[in-house]
């Protein structure tokens, strides 16, 4: 039976300062497709890093993410200690898809507006 994928979100924190976007995609591919993965340093005054994470878009099924999250979050990982959760929808991605349920619900009304008119003619 094959296993229905789904586009998840994850949150991935405490992660070493030098760990690179291919690192993590070929870490988390293992589990799933990575479609993106942004990585996210915040520094002190200084530019000194101090915490680094990093935001992953993967398409992976329930069971593949449920062995993801037992399998890697809380451990050791180049330099620090990953913590993985469920992230929300990234805000652009939200405002992308307000914007496209909008269009199709105007282009609908507008064509079925079309319709009657040019049925009544």
């Not at 300062?17 to 993590?24: D, F, G, I, M, N």
């Not at 992976?60 to 929300?88: P, R, V, Y």
């Not at 349920?101 to 609908?108: C, D, Q, V």
Request: aromatic share 8%; glycine share 6%; proline share 1%.
């Amino acid at each position: 039976m094959e296993k229905k994928q789904v586009l998840k979100r994850l949150y991935v924190g405490g992660l070493g300062h030098t760990v690179s976007k291919a690192e993590l995609q070929e870490r988390f591919g293992n589990f799933g497709r990575v479609l993106d993965a942004e990585i996210i340093t915040r520094k002190d005054d200084q530019g000194n890093p101090m915490k680094t994470f990093a935001y992953i878009n993967i398409s992976i099924s329930d069971a593949d993410l449920k062995k993801c999250m037992s399998i890697l979050n809380k451990t050791k990982w180049k330099g620090g200690t990953l913590q993985i959760e469920l992230a929300k929808e990234s805000f652009l991605h939200r405002i992308k898809t307000k914007t496209r349920i909008r269009h199709k619900l105007i282009t609908s009304k507008f064509m079925s507006n079309l319709y009657t008119l040019c049925k009544e003619t």
